[in-house]
């Protein structure tokens, strides 16, 4: 762990693709499914304790939210800064949202993923108790052409023996290596390794200024 996070604020947000104004550096985003723990993930990564809006109910984030996020080496004499953007994006699987919302947004969110020049990874979260669905995989098979990432969300809510297996089942479905699959939990200090594994990726893809 070279760099820790030294600040962070938030940029812009936007209810559609085409409104987002183009990053200023290189870009993360997270996506995954309603009330996965996005907004909480990046609080916590970002050590914030209410940046990004965090909800009982799904579909708390209605708004494709950018933040700017600097980086300083840790060594504490030396100034090297790292700089780039996290976007917390809108849950999909949302109940409430029409069926032609759903199918709209899909193909607005494959055109981001494949066409946004400043996106270099995408971090998909997924429940560790829940089995990919149709747009995760799509969103797999799509992110697979660049940058992705997967991070199993809550893995407070499983006992050690279920989580190696889930683990197992999740490396099985989207052939990404070992490297690629992170363990978190916004909970619980247990995990405190796989988010710190997963900040020092983003942190990789990041440039100094
Ligand atoms: P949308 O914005 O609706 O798409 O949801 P989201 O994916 O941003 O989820 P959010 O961070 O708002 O969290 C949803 C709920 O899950 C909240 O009640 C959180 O407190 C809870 N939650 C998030 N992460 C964890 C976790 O790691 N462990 C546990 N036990 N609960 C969590
Ligand atoms: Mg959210």
């Known amino acids: 762990m070279?760099?820790?996070?030294?600040?962070?604020?938030?940029?812009?947000?936007?209810?559609?693709?085409?409104?987002?104004?183009?990053?200023?550096?290189?870009?993360?985003?997270?996506l995954?499914?309603?009330?996965?723990?996005?907004?909480?993930?990046?609080?916590?990564?970002?050590?914030?304790?209410d940046l990004a809006r965090v909800g009982k109910t799904p579909g708390s984030?209605?708004?494709?939210?950018?933040?700017?996020?600097?980086?300083?080496?840790?060594?504490?004499?030396?100034?090297?800064m790292k700089r780039g953007v996290l976007s917390d994006l809108p849950g999909f699987g949302y109940a409430k949202t029409s069926n032609v919302n759903r199918i709209s947004w899909s193909k607005?969110?494959?055109?981001?993923?494949?066409?946004?020049?400043?996106?270099?990874?995408?971090?998909?979260?997924?429940?560790?108790r829940?089995?990919?669905?149709?747009?995760?995989?799509?969103?797999?098979?799509?992110?697979?052409?660049?940058g992705l990432a997967i991070a199993i969300t809550k893995a407070d809510k499983v006992t050690k023996n279920e989580l190696t297996k889930r683990k197992q089942y999740f490396q099985k479905e989207?052939?990404?290596?070992?490297?690629?699959?992170?363990?978190?939990s916004s909970e619980s200090a247990t995990y405190k390794a796989g988010m710190e594994s997963l900040r020092d990726l983003i942190c990789s893809f990041f440039l100094p200024e």
């Open 130 to 146: 829940r089995d990919l669905g149709k747009e995760e995989k799509e969103i797999i098979e799509v992110g697979k052409e660049g």
């Open 61 to 80: 984030t209605k708004l494709i939210c950018m933040y700017e996020v600097l980086f300083s080496e840790n060594r504490s004499n030396a100034k090297k």
């Open 174 to 184: 989207t052939g990404l290596p070992d490297e690629a699959i992170f363990v978190t």
């Open 32 to 49: 995954g499914r309603s009330n996965v723990g996005k907004s909480s993930l990046i609080n916590k990564l970002l050590s914030r304790r």
């Open 108 to 128: 607005l969110l494959t055109s981001y993923l494949q066409e946004r020049e400043s996106l270099k990874l995408v971090i998909l979260l997924v429940d560790v």
């Open 2 to 30: 070279k760099y820790k996070i030294s600040s962070s604020s938030f940029i812009a947000a936007s209810d559609t693709f085409e409104k987002l104004p183009s990053a200023n550096g290189p870009e993360v985003c997270v």
